[in-house]
T-cell receptor, first 112, second 116 residues
Framework: ELKVEQNPLFLSMQEGKNYTIYCNYS?????LYWYRQDPGKSLESLFV?????AVKQEGRLMASLDTKARLSTLHITAAVHDLSATYFC????????????FGTGTRLQVTL | DAGVIQSPRHEVTEMGQEVTLRCKPI?????LFWYRQTMMRGLELLIY????????DSGMPEDRFSAKMPNASFSTLKIQPSEPRDSAVYFC??????????????FGPGTRLTVL
């Protein structure tokens, strides 16, 4: 059974600071996703990472994948208030089409 | 291009009543997923379909829950009878599961269900 853990669960940070959210998964996965959810809204896909060493960047967010360590990170550079949201990672078990296991989510609050 | 469409957006019902949630996936997508989100248990996969066929329903809580996908453009999730502990946001998502390169799941706006 694939398990996905995120930490921290809650992160309060000041604008302009850098921080990293960690996502660990328990067994071999062939795809890792990051999603964003604003309060009361749906989930929006941010990144998909498919291979060891993959790095994707969009604005102040950068995601990376280390399949050997079964670890993905979401790095936030110079945070701004608009990044306040809950971030989920999700992994798919190798050989199991479609199905994803989601982490518990990290609620990010960026303060002025 | 329209995204995943869900209806109703909000549903308030009384315990014991039947509830039907509806989902229209993105046109051309061949996989459809039903999730439930609560504060206590987070995001849970209830069931998913591939090419209209249920593949994994191990997340369906109990026999009160049932899901159907009669065609590629429509799915329902039914709860009968409903209970207060079913109160949650129910999301439908779809993907084009032909390869891992296209397998991103796109989520609908969700249905917020309250059972009194």
């Amino acid at each position: 059974e694939l398990k996905v853990e995120q930490n921290p669960l809650f992160l309060s940070m000041q604008e302009g600071k850098n921080y990293t959210i960690y996502c660990n998964y328990s067994t071999t996965s062939d795809r890792l996703y990051w999603y964003r959810q604003d309060p009361g809204k749906s989930l929006e896909s941010l990144f998909v990472l498919l291979s060891n060493g993959a790095v994707k960047q969009e604005g102040r967010l950068m995601a990376s994948l280390d399949t050997k360590a079964r670890l993905s990170t979401l790095h936030i550079t110079a945070a701004v208030h608009d990044l306040s949201a809950t971030y989920f990672c999700a992994a798919g078990l190798t050989g199991t089409a479609s199905k994803l296991t989601f982490g518990t989510g990290t609620r990010l609050q960026v303060t002025l | 291009d329209a995204g995943v469409i869900q209806s109703p957006r909000h549903e308030v019902t009384e315990m014991g009543q039947e509830v039907t949630l509806r989902c229209k996936p993105i046109s051309g997508h061949n996989s459809l997923f039903w999730y439930r989100q609560t504060m206590m248990r987070g995001l849970e996969l209830l069931i998913y379909f591939n090419n209209n066929v249920p593949i994994d329903d191990s997340g369906m809580p109990e026999d009160r829950f049932s899901a159907k996908m009669p065609n590629a453009s429509f799915s329902t999730l039914k709860i009968q009878p409903s209970e207060p502990r079913d109160s949650a946001v129910y999301f439908c998502a779809s993907s084009l599961a032909t390869s891992v390169l296209t397998d991103t799941q796109y989520f609908g706006p969700g249905t917020r269900l309250t059972v009194l």
